[in-house]
């Protein structure tokens, strides 16, 4: 498990954008499914985009196709979460997480937080 840290959350009016990013110092993301999860309080942690870093393959939940985008560094230890046109339903605590290595995003991964071993603390978006 490596400590992961996020950035880059904060307050936006509806349509506004936001980049997070994700960064575990010292460590270089390379062939991990890596992902952004986003949990409302009194809901289960819910994925939203992911990208295996071996390929570059990304995948999103359909409510946030067209306006995220999960991208890496070129030096594959910063992931980022481009986030476009906000809406209010995006509010939430963003979560970085990462599969173990070699593991793909394969399956359920949106709905399967169990499946990836290293988180970060979270970073508060708010869309209002």
């Known amino acids: 498990q490596v400590q992961l840290v996020e950035s880059g959350g904060g307050s936006v009016q509806p349509g506004g954008s936001l980049r997070l990013s994700c960064a575990a110092p010292g460590y270089k993301w390379s062939r991990h499914c890596m992902g952004w999860f986003r949990q409302d309080p009194g809901k289960e942690r819910e994925g939203v985009a992911a990208?295996?870093?071996?390929?570059?393959?990304?995948y999103y939940v359909d409510s946030v196709k067209g306006r995220f985008t999960i991208s890496q560094d070129n030096s594959e230890t910063t992931l980022y979460l481009q986030m476009n046109n906000l809406k209010p339903e995006d509010t939430g605590i963003y979560y970085c997480?990462?599969?173990?290595?070699?593991?793909?995003?394969?399956?359920?991964?949106?709905?399967?937080?169990?499946?990836?071993?290293?988180w970060g603390h979270g970073t508060q978006v708010t869309v209002s």
């Open positions: 997480a990462a599969r173990p290595f070699l593991l793909s995003c394969a399956g359920d991964w949106s709905s399967t937080p169990e499946t990836f071993a290293s």
């Open positions: 990208m295996y870093t071996g390929s570059g393959t990304t």
